[in-house]
Protein backbone atom coordinates (compact mmCIF):
# COMPACT_ATOMS: atom_id res chain seq x y z
CA UNK A 1 0.00 0.00 0.00
CA UNK A 2 1.17 3.92 -0.72
CA UNK A 3 0.22 6.60 1.19
CA UNK A 4 -1.01 9.48 -0.34
CA UNK A 5 -0.55 13.08 0.51
CA UNK A 6 -4.05 13.29 1.68
CA UNK A 7 -3.80 10.97 4.28
CA UNK A 8 -5.81 8.14 2.39
CA UNK A 9 -3.71 5.29 1.64
CA UNK A 10 -4.65 2.85 -1.31
CA UNK A 11 -3.56 -0.51 -2.47
CA UNK A 12 -2.20 0.40 -5.91
CA UNK A 13 -0.34 3.69 -6.51
CA UNK A 14 -0.47 7.15 -3.99
CA UNK A 15 -3.83 8.74 -5.62
CA UNK A 16 -7.58 7.94 -6.38
CA UNK A 17 -7.01 8.58 -10.09
CA UNK A 18 -3.97 6.16 -10.63
CA UNK A 19 -5.64 3.57 -8.00
CA UNK A 20 -9.06 3.73 -10.27
CA UNK A 21 -7.32 3.24 -14.10
CA UNK A 22 -5.22 0.34 -12.58
CA UNK A 23 -7.88 -1.46 -10.35
CA UNK A 24 -10.52 -0.61 -13.39
CA UNK A 25 -8.04 -2.26 -16.28
CA UNK A 26 -7.20 -4.77 -13.63
CA UNK A 27 -11.10 -5.48 -12.80
CA UNK A 28 -12.05 -5.55 -16.39
CA UNK A 29 -9.95 -7.74 -17.60
CA UNK A 30 -9.99 -10.69 -15.17
CA UNK A 31 -14.02 -10.11 -16.09
CA UNK A 32 -13.12 -10.40 -19.62
CA UNK A 33 -11.28 -13.60 -19.14
CA UNK A 34 -13.49 -15.13 -16.54
CA UNK A 35 -16.88 -14.45 -19.96
CA UNK A 36 -14.72 -16.32 -22.05
CA UNK A 37 -14.65 -19.20 -19.87
CA UNK A 38 -18.75 -19.20 -19.06
CA UNK A 39 -19.18 -21.61 -22.19
CA UNK A 40 -17.39 -24.45 -19.71
CA UNK A 41 -19.78 -23.93 -17.06
CA UNK A 42 -22.46 -24.08 -19.73
CA UNK A 43 -23.05 -20.69 -19.46
CA UNK A 44 -23.05 -18.14 -22.76
CA UNK A 45 -20.16 -17.07 -23.50
CA UNK A 46 -19.77 -13.32 -23.07
CA UNK A 47 -16.89 -12.26 -25.48
CA UNK A 48 -17.25 -8.43 -25.29
CA UNK A 49 -14.40 -7.32 -27.48
CA UNK A 50 -16.07 -9.22 -30.17
CA UNK A 51 -19.43 -7.63 -29.38
CA UNK A 52 -17.99 -4.49 -28.79
CA UNK A 53 -15.94 -4.79 -32.52
CA UNK A 54 -19.07 -6.08 -34.03
CA UNK A 55 -20.96 -2.86 -33.08
CA UNK A 56 -18.38 -0.76 -34.78
CA UNK A 57 -17.45 -2.95 -37.97
CA UNK A 58 -20.45 -4.85 -38.17
CA UNK A 59 -21.25 -9.17 -37.97
CA UNK A 60 -18.76 -9.56 -41.72
CA UNK A 61 -15.33 -7.44 -40.69
CA UNK A 62 -12.25 -9.64 -39.88
CA UNK A 63 -12.54 -11.48 -36.86
CA UNK A 64 -9.00 -10.34 -35.79
CA UNK A 65 -9.68 -6.88 -36.43
CA UNK A 66 -13.27 -7.00 -34.58
CA UNK A 67 -10.81 -8.44 -31.66
CA UNK A 68 -8.57 -5.63 -31.66
CA UNK A 69 -10.95 -3.42 -31.99
CA UNK A 70 -13.78 -4.48 -29.67
CA UNK A 71 -10.61 -5.26 -26.82
CA UNK A 72 -9.80 -1.47 -27.06
CA UNK A 73 -13.14 -0.25 -26.71
CA UNK A 74 -14.10 -2.42 -23.88
CA UNK A 75 -11.32 -1.91 -21.98
CA UNK A 76 -11.38 1.51 -21.98
CA UNK A 77 -15.04 1.25 -21.41
CA UNK A 78 -14.29 -0.68 -18.19
CA UNK A 79 -11.60 1.75 -16.73
CA UNK A 80 -14.55 4.58 -17.72
CA UNK A 81 -16.82 3.00 -15.41
CA UNK A 82 -14.27 2.36 -12.70
CA UNK A 83 -12.87 5.67 -12.60
CA UNK A 84 -16.54 6.92 -12.21
CA UNK A 85 -16.84 4.44 -9.36
CA UNK A 86 -14.04 5.51 -7.82
CA UNK A 87 -14.27 9.14 -8.05
CA UNK A 88 -17.85 9.29 -8.15
CA UNK A 89 -19.75 6.57 -7.01
CA UNK A 90 -17.29 5.42 -4.01
CA UNK A 91 -17.15 8.25 -2.32
CA UNK A 92 -21.07 8.93 -2.35
CA UNK A 93 -22.40 5.87 -1.67
CA UNK A 94 -20.27 6.69 1.92
CA UNK A 95 -22.23 9.81 1.99
CA UNK A 96 -25.84 8.32 1.57
CA UNK A 97 -25.21 5.18 3.12
CA UNK A 98 -24.10 5.91 6.62
CA UNK A 99 -22.64 2.35 7.49
CA UNK A 100 -20.53 2.24 4.23
CA UNK A 101 -18.84 5.32 4.75
CA UNK A 102 -15.74 4.14 7.17
CA UNK A 103 -12.75 3.53 4.74
CA UNK A 104 -12.35 -0.12 5.23
CA UNK A 105 -11.51 -3.28 2.69
CA UNK A 106 -14.54 -4.78 3.50
CA UNK A 107 -16.77 -1.46 2.83
CA UNK A 108 -15.00 -1.52 -0.45
CA UNK A 109 -15.69 -4.40 -1.15
CA UNK A 110 -19.74 -4.10 -0.83
CA UNK A 111 -19.18 -0.79 -2.90
CA UNK A 112 -17.74 -2.89 -5.72
CA UNK A 113 -20.42 -5.61 -5.30
CA UNK A 114 -23.31 -2.44 -5.72
CA UNK A 115 -21.36 -0.70 -8.70
CA UNK A 116 -21.23 -4.45 -10.32
CA UNK A 117 -25.46 -5.07 -9.93
CA UNK A 118 -25.74 -1.21 -10.95
CA UNK A 119 -24.08 -2.00 -13.96
CA UNK A 120 -25.42 -4.94 -14.48
CA UNK A 121 -28.77 -3.42 -14.68
CA UNK A 122 -26.91 -0.54 -16.96
CA UNK A 123 -26.28 -3.65 -19.42
CA UNK A 124 -29.14 -5.83 -19.43
CA UNK A 125 -31.86 -3.18 -19.15
CA UNK A 126 -30.37 -0.52 -21.50
CA UNK A 127 -27.02 -1.34 -23.48
CA UNK A 128 -27.70 -5.07 -24.78
CA UNK A 129 -31.53 -3.84 -25.83
CA UNK A 130 -30.79 -0.85 -27.81
CA UNK A 131 -27.26 -1.41 -28.80
CA UNK A 132 -27.18 -5.07 -29.24
CA UNK A 133 -31.04 -6.00 -30.27
CA UNK A 134 -30.31 -3.84 -33.83
CA UNK A 135 -26.95 -5.80 -34.14
CA UNK A 136 -28.94 -9.08 -34.73
CA UNK A 137 -31.96 -7.76 -36.35
CA UNK A 138 -34.02 -6.52 -33.59
CA UNK A 139 -36.49 -8.27 -31.72
CA UNK A 140 -33.89 -10.93 -30.40
CA UNK A 141 -33.35 -9.46 -26.85
CA UNK A 142 -35.62 -7.47 -25.36
CA UNK A 143 -35.09 -5.36 -22.04
CA UNK A 144 -33.38 -7.69 -19.47
CA UNK A 145 -32.91 -10.54 -22.17
CA UNK A 146 -36.54 -11.21 -22.05
CA UNK A 147 -37.00 -12.44 -25.60
CA UNK A 148 -33.91 -15.34 -25.43
CA UNK A 149 -36.43 -17.56 -23.46
CA UNK A 150 -34.90 -19.92 -21.58
CA UNK A 151 -31.79 -19.19 -22.78
CA UNK A 152 -32.57 -15.29 -21.65
CA UNK A 153 -32.26 -16.38 -18.20
CA UNK A 154 -29.29 -17.91 -18.67
CA UNK A 155 -27.83 -15.02 -20.53
CA UNK A 156 -29.26 -12.64 -17.69
CA UNK A 157 -27.04 -14.46 -15.13
CA UNK A 158 -24.16 -14.67 -17.29
CA UNK A 159 -24.31 -10.86 -17.36
CA UNK A 160 -24.97 -10.65 -13.86
CA UNK A 161 -21.77 -12.80 -13.20
CA UNK A 162 -19.74 -10.85 -15.10
CA UNK A 163 -20.70 -7.71 -13.65
CA UNK A 164 -20.29 -8.76 -10.58
CA UNK A 165 -17.17 -10.40 -11.03
CA UNK A 166 -15.77 -6.80 -12.40
CA UNK A 167 -17.57 -4.90 -9.39
CA UNK A 168 -15.73 -7.44 -6.88
CA UNK A 169 -12.19 -6.92 -8.35
CA UNK A 170 -13.02 -3.42 -8.70
CA UNK A 171 -13.68 -2.91 -5.13
CA UNK A 172 -11.03 -4.97 -3.82
CA UNK A 173 -8.03 -3.31 -5.65
CA UNK A 174 -9.27 0.02 -5.39
CA UNK A 175 -9.22 0.44 -1.68
CA UNK A 176 -8.67 3.44 -0.24
CA UNK A 177 -7.94 2.62 3.58
CA UNK A 178 -7.23 5.39 5.99
CA UNK A 179 -3.06 6.22 6.32
CA UNK A 180 -1.33 4.22 9.42
CA UNK A 181 -0.32 7.26 12.21
CA UNK A 182 2.44 6.62 14.26
CA UNK A 183 -0.18 5.49 16.72
CA UNK A 184 -1.35 2.62 15.07
CA UNK A 185 -1.57 -0.97 16.12
CA UNK A 186 0.97 -1.83 13.82
CA UNK A 187 3.71 0.42 15.91
CA UNK A 188 2.44 -0.38 19.05
CA UNK A 189 2.54 -3.72 18.65
CA UNK A 190 5.47 -4.25 17.37
CA UNK A 191 4.77 -5.93 14.35
CA UNK A 192 6.85 -5.08 11.40
CA UNK A 193 9.09 -3.42 13.78
CA UNK A 194 12.55 -4.37 14.46
Do not use: C
Not at 13 to 36: C, Q
Not at 69 to 90: D, E, N, R
Not at 100 to 121: D, E, M, Q, R
Not at 128 to 135: Q, S, V
Amino acid sequence: MEESDSGVKYLIGRSAGKSAVIAAFVATHVATMAGLWFGGVRLPQFNFNMLNGWLVLGLTADPVQTFVIGGILHYTSGIIWGVVFALIVHPALGRFIKPLAALTPTNNYIKGVLWGLVLWVISSAFWMPLLIDPLFGGGVVGPFLTKFGLNGVQALFANLLWHSIYGVNLGLLFSPTPAATRGSWRAASGVGVR
